[in-house]
């Protein structure tokens, strides 16, 4: 069982922008008159005014995989976020997580593996040693962010479940709440939000499960208590709040890929020469950067192509976006 | 009815309130750029100018095609005073946000823009849009009015596709979430569609 254990020194999010701030941003936008219809049929979610605190994780390893570009601050990795789960406005899920309860949580594992059924949180992390990975995070979007998550690899997950020669790919659902995601109650996608890797993908040394930001656990908005991270994708492949993980022969149906396929592939991997059909993706903005910064080129596998193009040898990227 | 302003109270005091009301979605926003009010830009600052500057485009552009609607249903001609200077801040508005695209969104890179521009259906639709303000805009002064007669009024039904355009090119851009985007086309086919209503029972 794990205790948690709240550390009074953690700051909370509400510390990087004051009570005072917030307050006063929500009474500006009410004060003209306009809140967002969205946000209206949102529902009875309240704002977070006391986010639940996220604890420490402890030594961390460091890994050859970390970028040393700039980190972005724990303000836009904490409230510039797409979680549809938690509303569709970039600082919707800052805004109503706070009634979601991460812990205690339990993953159910099924498909083509010798070791199926449900797992604690517990469970799956703690024979793990607890790495930090800075990674660039691209959102289909064109904006991208550096991020230091605290994960494991996958493959050291899975293989733990021992997954059989029929285990060709790996499917991941987030959990539905709607009673805690205010987000769930409007048919947006179709829930439950559910994604999908080959099994080479899951198992590249590049794919972790995080389990944390900045050296604590995941606040809510960025996926709490357990969320993928393949940093050579767009970002809607790394699903947050997995609550089960399958191994499957077929390719698995995905939730943006049914809600578009015009528009978003399986792969999804990223890519400046494939464009999404209402925007280009040769260029991103680096979140962070202020008014007057320029946009930067987007490279192909979002820079990871040494670990990753390998994986794609003979596929049509221009087909298989 | 006394509640009919005059000339002279529509020049000094209605206009110079609708014209302060006007102006301030575009003082807050300077207020928030320089960090005088409100918590900033958050930390996408050009999509949040961007956005903003483009949603207060639209909501003019809907205004002024709501004044003449409005002087039909108190049957007073005055609010029509009013539609000049609404439609020119719809119109700067518009330019700005224009603007904020080319300039911060794009930083002036004239190649990506020109691609943007025809590749990208929702800019084209933009783009296409705040071209057709234009010569509204220029037009909009009392020496065209008389200049140009008849045709002026003819001229400034160019407005009516530009709504269309304008609402057209949000609903595009939005990701998933149309429903905001929705919201305001169903106000432009409630503006528009009274306009038919009327006409049809002349």
Not at chain 1, 43 to 67: F, I, V
Not at chain 1, 159 to 174: D, I, L, Q
């Amino acid at each position: 069982m794990l205790i948690r254990v709240k550390q009074k020194s953690t700051p909370a999010p509400s510390e990087i922008a004051s009570e005072a701030e917030y307050q006063n941003r929500r009474s500006f936008i009410r004060s003209m008159g306009f809140v967002g219809a969205s946000t209206l049929l949102g529902g009875t979610a309240c704002a977070q005014e006391n986010p639940p605190e996220t604890r420490s994780l402890g030594p961390l390893l460091k890994s050859q995989y970390s970028t040393d570009q700039t980190v972005n601050s724990y303000a836009d990795v904490t409230q510039y976020n797409n979680f549809y789960e938690f509303g569709t406005g970039k600082e919707d899920p800052y805004e109503y997580s706070g009634q979601f309860k991460p812990l205690p949580w339990s993953v159910r594992i099924e498909g083509a593996a010798d070791i199926t059924g449900d797992f604690s949180y517990e469970d799956i992390i703690q024979s793990h040693a607890l790495e930090e990975r800075i990674y660039r995070m691209r959102c289909v979007e064109a904006w991208s962010m550096v991020i230091p998550w605290v994960g494991i690899p996958l493959a050291d997950v899975l293989k733990r479940f021992k997954p059989t020669s029929n285990a060709k790919y790996v499917s991941f659902e987030t959990v539905y709440r709607p009673s805690q995601m205010p987000g769930q109650r409007r048919p947006i996608l179709d829930w439950p939000y559910r994604e999908g890797l080959t099994i080479e993908e899951a198992m590249n040394p590049l794919t972790i499960l995080a389990v944390g930001v900045f050296g604590k656990s995941l606040p809510n908005q960025n996926g709490a208590p357990l969320r993928l991270v393949v940093p050579w994708k767009y970002g809607f492949k790394s699903i947050k709040s997995i609550n089960k993980i399958g191994f499957t022969e077929t390719q698995p149906a995905t939730t943006w890929n049914d809600a578009g396929a015009y528009e978003y592939g399986f792969y999804a991997n990223v890519n400046p020469e494939v464009d999404h059909p209402r925007w280009s993706q040769a260029r991103e903005r680096r979140i962070g950067g202020g008014l007057f910064d320029a946009k930067q080129p987007t490279l192909m596998f979002n820079g990871y192509a040494d670990e990753v193009a390998g994986l794609y040898s003979g596929l049509d990227l221009q087909r298989n976006f | 009815m006394t509640l009919v302003p005059g000339k002279q109270q529509i020049r000094f005091i209605i206009k110079p309130i609708v014209f302060v009301l006007a102006m301030l979605p575009l003082a807050l926003l300077c207020l928030r750029i320089f960090n005088i009010y409100g918590s900033g830009l958050g930390p996408n600052p050009i999509e949040t100018v961007q956005d903003y500057l483009g949603i207060w485009g639209l909501r003019f552009i809907l205004i002024s095609l709501a004044i003449t609607p409005a002087a039909w249903l108190i049957k007073k001609p005055w609010p029509i005073r009013l539609r000049r200077m609404l439609g020119l801040f719809a119109f700067t508005y518009c330019l700005l946000h224009f603007l904020a695209w080319l300039i911060l969104d794009q930083s002036l890179d004239i190649s990506a823009i020109i691609s943007d521009v025809i590749k990208r259906p929702f800019i084209t639709l933009g783009t296409l849009a705040l071209l057709l303000l234009i010569p509204l805009a220029v037009t909009s002064t009392k020496g065209w009015q008389i200049r140009l007669g008849a045709r002026w009024a003819n001229l400034h039904r160019l407005v009516y596709p530009a709504a269309i355009l304008i609402c057209w090119h949000y609903y595009w851009q939005v990701k998933l979430d149309t429903i905001d985007a929705l919201l305001y086309c169903a106000v432009l086919a409630a503006l528009l569609g009274v306009r038919l209503w009327k006409r049809r029972r002349l």
